[in-house]
């Protein structure tokens, strides 16, 4: 017979019971189909094997400029053989950096450094002419050397500018909300509140003759916005929290990234396909016509790995380019779509990947990364873009 | 829901070859229990949905290594048990405020008895709570309780002792 309180204990009505079981379903059958088969005892040596060797062909191969040809990978987090100074970029652009003592910096193909100001977020312009870059309560348009185009001062403090594909607006969040402002600085105004200032979970859709925004509400609601007539395209349901968006070249495809999934959108809002994750990640898309994406995704214990993906309802079988001890932080592809730039402040490195048949495969490495945009042992600098030839 | 043991052995077994009928039946044998200790102990639904999924996620990719001669469920209870522990213990040292619908507040279509055994629930520890859903929710003897969260029997007997006066007389 069974105990009184069992009895209430178990017909307790709790809130959210059923669509909290619709989703984890969803997530355990995608973790399911994504598994991989445990081996064979007798075969526990091959994936260490594996992936040595793997590192070693990426190390062999390596022929990036000004850099020295890569062997073998340590035992310690890092790849051993990796560049001791940030000689060049492996592909033509800049590179848009923040540094962890709050310094912003142009880093050039010769891998030459020019220090913007004192900034804690960047992004480009669409062309590389401007950056719009914040500090404190302050939003700034600066050229590339530095010069101040323009600057607003809001009363809360400014995180994550972002500049639309036109040109001719920049979103940014302050004080729970966010805001847009055209390219020239003046028409500043709010669009939404109840955001998170502390993740950039907004993304411009990749159009010019529109000013369509994306961005993620505190529930982790995706709303896809017309800026400038104020009408809402499409809003999803609640997804939790939301730190990232990313949309794909041709603007079909959106991922939205929490700490624990990642979603990816359809035209028109349509949820295709949500992937569990064990940490926070970073996701950015290829210029591909097929919607493949690079994703660093932390593992459970091993460490983290770069994968790339299709954003489709079937994503694909995940297909490795990197793994290592620790975590990744940042990845961003070169403006010629070959190479991958995947941050590991674990071992304090850059890694300049490039994905193709393993005969193409290249990996450039760079290691004291802290220090070339800071100080020694300080926070580790963060990308804000890779821009334009 | 009632499982056999012969059962869930065939799930787990047909999980591990491929079989996504069996992946739901060991998920749908499972969840409501999971979900439910979880809550009980926490008291938030985005914390019992977060450790709940959590524990099914560990369990899914650790299934290949999984015993099969062993009970699923207690291997499952275990994970969860913990977890939610672990994170009433972090809220309350982030002195954090439930801000959350709750059992005790916001059901409103709870009876007031269940609004009572709620809110008495809600005042024990997590470590009360936590023996009180493994014994009454999970059915566990306070022996494999002990087993369970690696604690005496003597005190997972007088932990519920104790959860049992706080719930007790009224109930």
Known sequence: ?389 | MDTSGRDERAWVRGAQAGSASDLEALFRAHWSRAYRAAYLVTHDAAAAEDIAQESFLAAVRALDRFDRRRPFGPWLHRIVVNRAIDWTRARALRGEVELSPSLAGAQTESTGEARTLAARLAALSPEHRAVTVLRYLLEYTPGEIAELLDLPRGTVNSRLRRALDQLGERL
């Open chain 1, 1 to 389: 017979m069974k105990h009184a309180l069992q009895r209430r204990l178990e017909h307790l009505e709790l809130p959210g019971e059923h669509e909290a079981r619709l989703r984890a379903f969803e997530l355990v059958c995608t973790a399911w189909e994504q598994r991989e088969p445990e081996p064979r005892p007798r075969r526990r040596l091959v994936p260490i094997l594996a992936a040595a060797v793997l590192l070693a062909v990426l190390a062999a191969a390596l022929s990036a400029p000004g850099r020295a040809v890569l062997r073998s990978v340590r035992e310690a987090i890092g790849v051993e053989q990796a560049a001791p100074a940030l000689l060049s970029l492996p592909s033509r652009g800049r590179l848009l950096v923040v540094g962890g003592g709050g310094d912003a910096w142009v880093v050039h193909p010769d891998g030459g450094k020019r220090r913007l100001g004192d900034y804690t977020f960047a992004g480009w312009s669409p062309r590389g002419l401007y950056a719009a870059v914040a500090r404190g309560r302050e939003l700034t348009a600066v050229e590339p050397d530095g010069d101040v185009r323009w600057s607003l001062t809001r009363p809360d403090g400014v995180t994550w500018p972002r500049w639309a594909p036109s040109g001719f607006r920049i979103a940014y969040k302050s004080g729970g909300s966010l805001r847009v402002v055209i390219g020239n600085g003046r028409g500043d105004r709010l669009l939404a509140r109840d955001v998170d200032d502390g993740t950039p979970a907004l993304a411009w859709a990749p159009a010019v003759n529109v000013n369509l925004l994306a961005y993620a509400d505190r529930a982790g609601r995706i709303h896809l916005v017309d800026v400038d007539t104020r009408r809402e395209r499409w809003s999803s349901p609640p997804g939790g929290r939301t730190t990232e968006l990313a949309w794909s070249p041709d603007g079909t495809r959106l991922l939205a990234l929490g700490p624990r999934r990642l979603r990816i959108f359809g035209a028109n809002g349509l949820l295709l396909r949500t992937l569990p994750l064990a940490a926070p990640a970073a996701v950015a898309f290829s210029r591909r016509a097929d919607h493949t994406f690079a994703l660093a995704r932390r593992l459970d214990l091993s460490g983290s790995e770069l994968v790339l993906l299709r954003a489709e309802r079937s994503t694909g079988r995940p297909r490795r380019l990197f793994s290592g001890p620790g975590i990744f932080q940042d990845v961003v592809w070169s403006p010629n779509d070959r190479w991958i730039l995947l941050t590991w402040p674990s071992a304090d490195q850059w890694l300049f990947l490039r994905p193709g048949r393993a005969t193409r495969q290249r990996l450039a490495a760079y290691s004291a990364i802290t220090r070339q945009f800071g100080e020694p042992g300080g926070v580790f600098p963060t990308v804000g873009g890779w821009c334009c030839p």
